[in-house]
């Protein structure tokens, strides 16, 4: 009978360590809000494509912006969901220039309009528009 309760109590110890560990979500905040990213490659199935010239992105509450080296902003409102991972992009544009002959910034704006999803921590950062194709960002 010792064995028994001794063998039920871990068990529901470990059940109890189990559920409180499942939480998948991430701090939004500490991925989005609390980072500079500079976008370091794209990846397209098996192709990399690195990245020449300084491309930064931050995110606001509600919004991002996109600097190019031309001074061009590729801008936006975007949400995300830390449990399912989604990420999206609405109302992306360009202020302030243009980025017509910038094939890296009109290659960033198709990527950031068709992103699906997101992945990564406060030190790497990938928004994705499938799991094969994305844009890898990392920070300063």
Known sequence: MKTFRIIS?????LTLLA??????????DEIFLKQKWTLSFFREGKNITPVKGSYTMTFQ????SVAT????IIEGFWNADSKEHTFRCTNVRVTGGSIAGDTTAT???NFIEK????GGD??????KIQDNAFM???TK
């Open 61 to 64: 509450e509600s919004t991002f």
């Open 122 to 127: 406060a030190n790497a950062l990938q928004i």
């Open 69 to 72: 080296p031309a001074k061009a």
């Open 107 to 109: 290659k960033m704006k």
């Open 115 to 118: 992103a699906t999803s997101y």
């Open 19 to 28: 559920a409180t560990s499942c939480d998948k979500s991430d701090d939004l």
């Open 9 to 13: 109590s871990a068990l529901l110890l």
């Open 136 to 138: 890898q960002f990392h």
